[in-house]
């Protein structure tokens, strides 16, 4: 008689555990609000200001 091999247990890792949680709130928040809320606001930063990167990346497009 053969016999059958032995089938691995799942662990569930804390970042595993952590992971389920950070995704079951964010359903919960958007099944609360409609959409997803987002609370990392990036303040509109104007075009007349001068910024010498932004400049360099524009240049760098009309190769």
């Known amino acids: 008689m053969k016999r059958l091999p032995k089938q691995k247990k799942l662990r569930i890792t804390e970042a595993d555990f952590m992971l389920a949680n950070r995704r079951a709130a964010r359903l919960e928040e958007i099944a609360e609000h ?30």
């Open 34 to 63: 409609g959409r997803p809320v987002s609370f990392r606001r990036v303040t509109h930063k104007s075009k007349k200001v001068y910024d010498r990167k932004r400049l360099k990346k524009l240049a760098g497009q009309d190769d």
